[in-house]
């Protein structure tokens, strides 16, 4: 009864060797399959998405430059004398520039986000800051002093276009 458990055991354990390479090899090629697949989808998606985000970048970067305070204060003009009028008028042209561009913070990082809207907030209280400073009696000399400021330091709109274009530039680093 021994020798026959024995002689069962011995021809058992080729069986159970291939048996267990064999699983090793299948468990592997499966792992190896679904790396494949998960890459080709990454890279199907990369073509569709890298475009899209591309322009989001663009259309962020054309926010940043129709916010800056010498662009801004150059397109628009003021309708008349009274500086609060003009302030709003400001205001109000940053955030329709702002919620035009909502949407495009699904396709940027949330750092990259949070600065821009830093820079949009920075810049509505430049305007908010410079209009209620003594300096200021009229919307020519809001506009004035809001560029004459500027010529000492830098716009908000500046670093946050530079952050914008570090992180493209990113994109194609990797």
């Known amino acids: ?8 055991a011995f021809q ?7 048996a267990a390479v064999a699983y090793f090899f299948f468990k592997e090629y499966t792992k190896n399959e679904d790396g494949r697949r998960r890459f080709l989808m990454h890279k199907e998606n990369q073509k ?3 475009p899209l985000r591309l322009q989001a970048y663009e259309r962020l970067s054309l926010f940043l430059e129709r916010i800056a305070p010498g662009s ?33 913070q699904i396709y940027v990082t949330n750092e990259c986000w949070n600065i821009i809207r830093t820079a949009k907030n920075a ?3 430049i305007i908010r800051k410079t209009n209620m400073s003594d300096k200021t ?15 000492d330091n830098q716009a908000p709109s500046d670093a946050a276009l530079a952050f914008l274009k570090n992180e ?4 194609f680093d990797v």
């Open 72 to 104: 801004l204060l150059t397109r628009v003009k003021p309708y008349s004398d009274d500086k609060e009028a003009y302030e709003k008028l400001l205001l109000q042209t940053i955030e329709q520039e702002f919620e035009h561009n909502l949407t495009q």
């Open 137 to 151: 009696h009229n919307s020519d000399k809001l506009r004035e002093t809001i560029l004459t400021d500027l010529m």
């Open 12 to 18: 058992l354990l080729p069986a159970i060797l291939v």
């Open 123 to 125: 810049t509505i209280s």
């Open 48 to 50: 569709t998405s890298l």
């Open 1 to 8: 009864m021994n020798n026959n458990l024995l002689n069962l």
């Open 168 to 171: 493209v530039s990113e994109i």
